[in-house]
Nanobody, 115 residues
Framework: QVQLVESGGGLVQPGGSLRLSCKASGIIFSRYTMGWYRQAPGKQRELVATVTSGGTTNYADSVKGRFTISRDGAKNTVSLQMNSLKPEDTAVYYC?????????WGQGTQVTVSS
């Protein structure tokens, strides 16, 4: 049974930082591209960042220079360090594991950026 369990969301003031983590189980972690996506109210889910099994990263233009994605193969985890947060970063953030024909999602964690 595949499980992706996110943690680390919460309420933060503009300009603040949060770190999201996702623990994967039930998959061969090294074979999957791991990613973070987000969905704000009334909007479609969008890509935030991905990291391949080889460590290649990709970021949405809106988060480049502020967010950093990383993976730890020994712990089967993927993290998203979010700095300089803006109100427009408010969304539910979802962890994703993708291997082309196989893709899995976590349950999501809420991030709210507000003063």
């Amino acid at each position: 049974q595949v499980q992706l369990v996110e943690s680390g969301g919460g309420l933060v003031q503009p300009g603040g930082s949060l770190r999201l983590s996702c623990k994967a189980s039930g998959i061969i972690f090294s074979r999957y591209t791991m990613g973070w996506y987000r969905q704000a109210p009334g909007k479609q889910r969008e890509l935030v960042a991905t990291v391949t099994s080889g460590g290649t990263t990709n970021y949405a233009d809106s988060v480049k220079g502020r967010f950093t994605i990383s993976r730890d193969g020994a712990k089967n985890t993927v993290s998203l360090q979010m700095n300089s947060l803006k109100p427009e970063d408010t969304a539910v953030y979802y962890c994703n594991a993708d291997r082309q024909i196989f893709t899995y999602w976590g349950q999501g964690t809420q991030v709210t950026v507000s003063s």
